[in-house]
């Protein structure tokens, strides 16, 4: 018996997504197949299928987000299940025991996957410790730590404009330091064996011992942005960046905002991209986030193919017989 | 090519419904048809019908409403759509440009429709202007411009009762100045060839140039009830008052408010309407508003099947081939 | 003719469940009977049927749950039918006019069923007397008075476990002063023909006259839990406790609390049960919360099947022919 991931069931599938750390290259790869699965010819989105009919998703958001929640409840509605948002109490929560009394009683309604976005890095994980055997559990972003679904709908796209990933040049940008979206792309795009990956920031927003992750670090944007053929932009979280890290929006923009002219030392075929929402003039300019290279808004139509994707493989697993068991192994 | 109204496709066919002013008479009464095929024998409506089955329909409120998101939503589901409240979030959308943002945000996730309520005359008009070519817009209400589905849902109902428009006697009560609802049903009631179409206010509560749109003012209530087929009152928009155009709550009763006493110079099958929520004792005595002319909530009724007529006219238009076009034009 | 039950049709059907009183042994037995068949070998619940495709159901809730709440909500998707969640503006609603405006309106909206939950006894009952014929009304709580869905769940629960009532010996322990579950819980254990019903607390707690209702009072918990079958721990309602009529948590802990120690002189295989939310430490020790004897989370999961039965009958009764009606007076 090897010790298991804790993401995985017992025959090495993927029960929850809490991470990108540790997943196989295969197992990446099967999720962006089954997410090109629900788009049709012509972008178009199986809008409904009954894949989880009769399940029900309850989204426990403990942080404010309008685009990830909305696009989770679409993707659930789209499968046909049941969805339930809980206004969480946060004084009722402030207790870990009071979080786990509330999570075993939507356990006790027959709830069957909690999307889950918190402020602490590990609420993901320490959810998935406590649950029942038949529930799943989505890490939508917790604390600086990990924001799977999202690096997934990034490579996602990033697969159906480049297709091969090894010769690939990628540049992310921004506040490396506090971005659980930039941690979890970096574990996504080595382990699919991405030949050139940067990161782009400040000293005082780059971690120590990054290098150690397989990225190259720049501090300036010309040189970063050499021969890219893709650039993703982070949103500058101003309320997560304590102190005096950074200088003015305008000296930041003018540094590390992505403007036409910087992107003209990348390929010219470069795509831009950003997780959303953009603050206009600070990250990036309006010229660049509107043009014709920026794949932003395609970014967000991919998240909802990417949440069924995760969604209903990590609920639809069938039992496996002992024979299969041992083929899969 | 002649210029197009905003609200038409290029076969002249509904795409968005954001204002009664331009519609032609026949679309007026294709609505009303539809409207009245979601009302069985018996006046119980079809609760559930496929016809817009994998579509997401957005309630975009950005200012509060019960009755009309209520029956918005009602209606949506009814229809099988799926529906999105999107918790408009003000600090967000102070900037046009955010709103946009956010727009565009919903459309990438293939949303079909947005309903809009806004505090601003001409909100739902500048959001049609830059939604996709798939997307419909239906205004719920823009500032003191315009509110199409009540207009509709009033009509409906007056036919219902009364069957031909053109011999009527209708006759609007109260706060014509500031009132969405009344401009709505003043064009819906002239298009439709009204033949005395009547306003009843004080004239602080009159708009300049009225007559031009067709009506007879009144500033006094007997003199503008005799002989009226259909009252439809207004409700006093405190919060939309500025300053003293008005006298007490009291004194306003007094002069406009509708009793059993004004109401005996309208004909004996005379149609009391309201488009509520009703400030009794206010602009109507509860006698008359629980009263047997009464229509007041047939009007919440028939406004389900009118906005289901409306959400599915509009998302169910067929593509045109090249013969079927040649003819509709 | 007989005066009948508000609660039930002319048929001597349940229409309305506004509290157990008054209901017959058969009638709870139906309930029971038919949740029964909501559970599906394994405890695994039929997650969607489609008994109340096309119903509306609307949750008013004037009073903050999250457990009751969302078991409705879960309940009726399950059920297939619509879900109404209408935020309760309780400016709108401190006048009953305003109230019974918005219940008349949601009635023209054609909903089905008022799921009410107000901090006023009598408030469901208050509604029901309103609503049009083909609307039933579930009282969630109302003030001290009655909370039967949650009495009913609580039952059903025993029979699954003990299957006979007449020979249990069933302790009610906590605050049965302010408590609308234990008076439910008192009706419906007395029409089942319990043998031995006790309830347990401190003077102050007791209401006069409760002897009246077949049950024995003690205030010594190990007197009352000798030889007892089940337990039934209420919630400590804090926010409903006026003055000084209770000494400190940790005090009320101390005698009323419940123990592994205390639970001991009670039969070996005791039920100890929960209404829930729990505060742990103050009228239950975590040890016996979570132990095998808890049937805690076992309540919340039937609570679903329970209300699922509820809403299916109340909704579902079907038009009875004259014979049927002779054979069923």
Redesign the interface.
């Known amino acids: 018996m090897r010790r298991r991931n804790l993401q995985l069931d017992e025959h090495g599938r993927l029960r929850h997504l809490l991470t990108i750390e540790g997943l196989k290259r295969q197992q990446i790869v099967d999720i962006l197949d089954t997410a090109e699965s629900f788009i049709t010819v012509g972008d178009?989105?199986v809008?409904?299928v009954p894949l989880l009919?009769?399940?029900?998703i309850v989204n426990l958001f403990f942080e404010a987000s309008?685009?990830t929640l909305?696009?989770f409840?679409?993707a659930a509605?789209?499968l046909s299940a049941?969805v339930?948002k809980?206004?969480i109490?946060t004084s009722?929560t402030v207790k870990g025991?009071?979080l786990l009394?509330?999570l075993?009683?939507?356990?006790?309604?027959?709830c069957d996957m909690f999307v889950v976005r918190h402020g602490d890095s590990g609420a993901a994980h320490l959810i998935a410790q406590h649950v029942a055997p038949h529930i799943s559990v989505i890490n939508a972003g917790d604390g600086r730590h990990a924001h799977p679904t999202q690096a997934l709908l990034d490579i996602f796209t990033i697969r159906r404009h480049k297709g091969e990933f090894a010769p690939l040049t990628v540049a992310i940008v921004g506040d490396i330091m506090h971005s659980r979206v930039a941690r979890s792309q970096i574990h996504a795009l080595t382990t699919l064996g991405i030949s050139d990956l940067r990161v782009i920031a400040p000293k005082t927003l780059i971690p120590a011992q990054v290098e150690g992750l397989g990225v190259h670090v720049y501090h300036d944007m010309k040189e970063g942005l050499h021969n890219a053929d893709v650039v993703i932009m982070l949103r500058l979280q101003k309320e997560r960046m304590q102190g005096a890290l950074l200088p003015s929006e305008q000296e930041y923009f003018q540094g590390y905002g992505l403007t036409e002219e910087k992107l003209a030392v990348a390929k010219t075929d470069v795509m831009v991209m950003h997780p959303?929402?953009?603050n206009?003039g600070v990250e990036i300019d309006s010229e660049v986030a509107d043009g014709p290279r920026s794949v932003i808004?395609?970014q967000?139509?991919n998240?909802?193919a990417v949440r069924m994707a995760v969604m209903s493989m990590v609920l639809g697993r069938p039992p496996m017989d002992k024979e299969s068991e041992g083929a899969a192994q």
Chains 1, 2, 3 share one sequence.
């Open positions: 178009q989105q809008r409904k009919r009769g399940k029900t309008t685009r909305t696009t409840e679409l509605k789209r049941d339930l809980i206004n109490n009722a025991e009071s009394d509330m075993q009683n939507l356990e006790a309604m027959q959303g929402p953009i206009r808004l395609e967000v139509s998240g909802i």
